[in-house]
């Protein structure tokens, strides 16, 4: 594989194998393949929100489901970061880490496929 640069010239780039792209995609399968992280990340890209905040605009999620999955997509994934805006009354929100915003413009695109194509429950 490789790349052109501006001037023209061929540029070697690292070589993907079958078995490295099939554990990347698995991988990222883990992050965005649980049910509720893509509405959860979905939801942030717009803005960093409070807990209940995101209960309530998250229909039929559970509050330890919510609680579980911003969890895992901050201290296993790096994508969230939870935030202390006040000390009293204790006020906590969340909000997509650098990483995570990386990963915004896919999940908005992965939002706007299965609206394209009309994918629903």
Same mark, same amino acid.
Request: aromatic content about 4%; cysteine-free; proline content about 3%.
């Given at each position: !594989?490789?790349?052109?640069?501006?001037? *023209? +010239?061929?540029?070697?780039? $690292?070589?993907?194998?079958? /078995?490295? %792209?099939?554990?990347?995609?698995?991988?990222?399968?883990?992050?965005?393949?649980?049910?509720?992280?893509?509405?959860?990340?979905?939801?942030?890209?717009?803005?960093? !929100?409070?807990?209940?905040?995101?209960? *309530? +605009?998250?229909?039929?999620? $559970?509050?330890?489901?919510? /609680?579980? %999955?911003?969890?895992?997509?901050?201290?296993?994934?790096?994508?969230?970061?939870?935030?202390?805006?006040?000390?009293?009354?204790?006020?906590?929100?969340?909000?997509?880490?650098?990483?995570?915003?990386?990963?915004?413009?896919?999940?908005?695109?992965?939002?706007?496929?299965?609206?394209?194509?009309?994918?629903?429950?």
């Amino acid at each position: !594989m490789s790349t052109h640069s501006e001037s *023209g +010239d061929t540029e070697p780039t $690292s070589v993907v194998t079958p /078995s490295q %792209s099939q554990e990347t995609l698995l991988s990222m399968a883990d992050v965005l393949g649980r049910k509720w992280h893509l509405v959860i990340l979905h939801r942030l890209t717009q803005d960093a !929100m409070g807990f209940s905040e995101l209960k *309530g +605009d998250i229909d039929r999620i $559970s509050s330890k489901v919510l /609680s579980d %999955s911003l969890d895992r997509l901050e201290t296993e994934h790096g994508l969230v970061e939870r935030r202390i805006v006040s000390e009293k009354p204790v006020r906590v929100e969340y909000a997509m880490t650098d990483r995570g915003r990386d990963l915004a413009p896919i999940v908005d695109r992965i939002h706007e496929w299965g609206v394209e194509h009309a994918v629903t429950e």
